[in-house]
């Protein structure tokens, strides 16, 4: 009823092993042969790397020396650079004419100056051949002409199979596969002992008889056991991620918390913002993981200003070279931060590009266009609304129909166009009210209300009613009225 398994297991092992033994041949050659061509790479770009620091070098002290004309000089350098790097050297004025030329003496035919603003290398042009490593000479009166070092790169030795190499790329090789038959055999042995049992099981024999009950329970529970313990896995890993989780966004939100209280944040800022971020992203239909990372990244976009000099923060305006660089740097710090924590990883993205514009002059990548993270782009957006109608910007509050123009005409340029469409629709869908009615009652008690439309009074609460409120003992309760139509 079953195949002998000496000689399946046998010859089954023995192919795996065999395969195994192939591919670690093959795969230690490839290494061997790679390794070989980026070491002659690696040996090239030294060369021309050392030619190139050679005309710079030579290039800043032929600089006054030009000015001052001193040929002989300039003769000697030339020429002991010229020996040192067994290359040829020229030196040529600001007008283009070689003065020093270590292949024909001291020259005198015009080249022309290759116009750089720094040294570079090129590869000579047909039917010359090798390379030429150009560096300007500066002076005391600026630019006083070039030098230019042509040289050739002398092919590499051909030094034949890297035997050491291969050889010590396919014993690594061969251990990994020893230690991976090792561990695989370990495995294997035990599931043969189970697969022993129920044959014996099967077979009636009185040994396995007498362990029948046991044998079916463990067989049984050892399967069941790798099931729950693999569903166990995953729902701990993403419980574990979760927890990180909202204990990294709690962490985040009372450092926003300790920056608003220091005046470093507007109060209320981040979720104002994200009220708009919502909006926006319920308009175009996000997906909810996206929508959540969305909330999420506009309650913790100022989270990087913990790391922020308090000068810059304590600063409106004139800030300095240092205060600014510092004030740049708080979303890629913000970012740092929220991508250490498991789950966070697409809230960082978001944090980190909040500042990129449309046209790609943004930081701190230069991003442009639709290779902005949406997240960001739609953050980018709602802040910038959020701080004209509050006066974080301007330093006064201006109304809605004139902060959608501002964005108006940025449209484009540092806000994704769509974007800027859909949040005009959605404030003028749903325009704020220009002032919020207040009320306080006791806590629980519903308070009075005014007929929608009706002007409230200029005073709500008489001295009795706050000689009566000073002897309760009931907390207070304050309700805001932001209404923004009639409810009936």
């Keep these: 009823m079953f195949a002998p398994e000496p000689y399946a297991s046998a010859s089954l092992t023995g192919r795996l092993t065999a395969v195994l033994a192939v591919g670690a041949v093959i795969l230690s050659a490839l290494v061997t042969i790679v390794t070989s061509e980026v070491g002659r790479d690696q040996q090239r770009s030294a060369a021309h790397a050392q030619m190139l620091d050679a005309s710079a070098s030579l290039a800043r002290r032929a600089g006054p020396l030009l000015e001052r004309g001193d040929e002989l000089r300039l003769s000697v350098l030339a020429t002991s650079v010229a020996e040192l790097s067994r290359a040829r050297v020229l030196v040529l004025d600001r007008a283009g004419v070689v003065r ?100 014996g099981i099967v077979r009636g024999d009185a040994v396995a008889q007498t362990e029948a009950i046991d044998v079916q329970l463990r067989s049984g529970g050892a399967v069941s056991e790798l099931e729950q313990a693999v569903t166990a896995l995953g729902a701990s890993r993403e419980g574990v991620i979760g927890a990180a989780r909202r204990t990294g966004v709690a962490l985040g939100r009372e450092v926003v918390h300790a920056l608003e209280l220091r005046g470093h944040v507007a109060a209320g800022h981040p979720e104002r913002v994200r009220r708009h971020g919502l909006a926006l992203a319920d308009a175009l239909e996000l997906p909810f993981e996206q929508t959540e990372d969305l909330g999420l990244a506009c309650l913790l976009a100022d989270v990087g200003k913990a790391g922020v000099r308090p000068s810059a923060l304590a600063k409106a305006h004139g800030l300095d070279e240092v205060e600014r660089a510092s004030l740049r740097q708080h979303p890629t710090r913000g970012a740092s931060l929220l991508a250490g924590i498991p789950g966070l990883e697409g809230v960082a993205q978001t944090v980190r590009h909040q500042y990129e514009r449309w046209d790609g002059a943004g930081f701190p990548d230069g991003l442009r266009g639709p290779q902005i993270p949406l997240g960001s782009r739609i953050l980018a957006v709602a802040s910038a609304y959020e701080n004209l109608v509050s006066g974080g910007v301007l330093g006064h509050p201006v109304s809605w129909p004139e902060a959608l123009d501002r964005l108006r005409e940025d449209r484009g340029e540092l806000f994704d166009p769509d974007l800027v469409d859909a949040l005009e629709d959605l404030v003028r869908s749903t325009p704020p009210r220009e002032s919020t009615q207040v009320e306080i009652s006791r806590k629980g008690v519903v308070p009075h209300r005014l007929p929608y439309g009706e002007p409230a009074p200029d005073v709500w609460i008489s001295e009795e009613d706050v000689d009566l409120v000073g002897e309760l003992d009931d907390e207070l309760e304050v309700v805001f009225d932001d209404r923004t139509e009639d409810p009936s």
């Design 100 to 199: 020093i030329d270590t292949g024909v003496g001291l020259g005198g035919h015009t080249l022309g100056l290759a116009a750089t603003d720094g040294p570079f290398r090129r590869e000579r042009p047909e039917p010359d051949t090798g390379f030429e490593a150009i560096a300007p000479a500066m002076g005391h009166e600026g630019g006083a002409g070039e030098v230019w070092v042509r040289y050739a790169l002398a092919a590499p030795p051909a030094s034949g199979f890297a035997w050491g190499t291969f050889g010590l790329v396919l014993l690594c090789s061969l251990s990994l596969i020893t230690m991976a038959f090792w561990i695989s055999h370990s495995w294997v042995r035990r599931i043969r002992a189970i697969t022993r049992r129920a044959r």
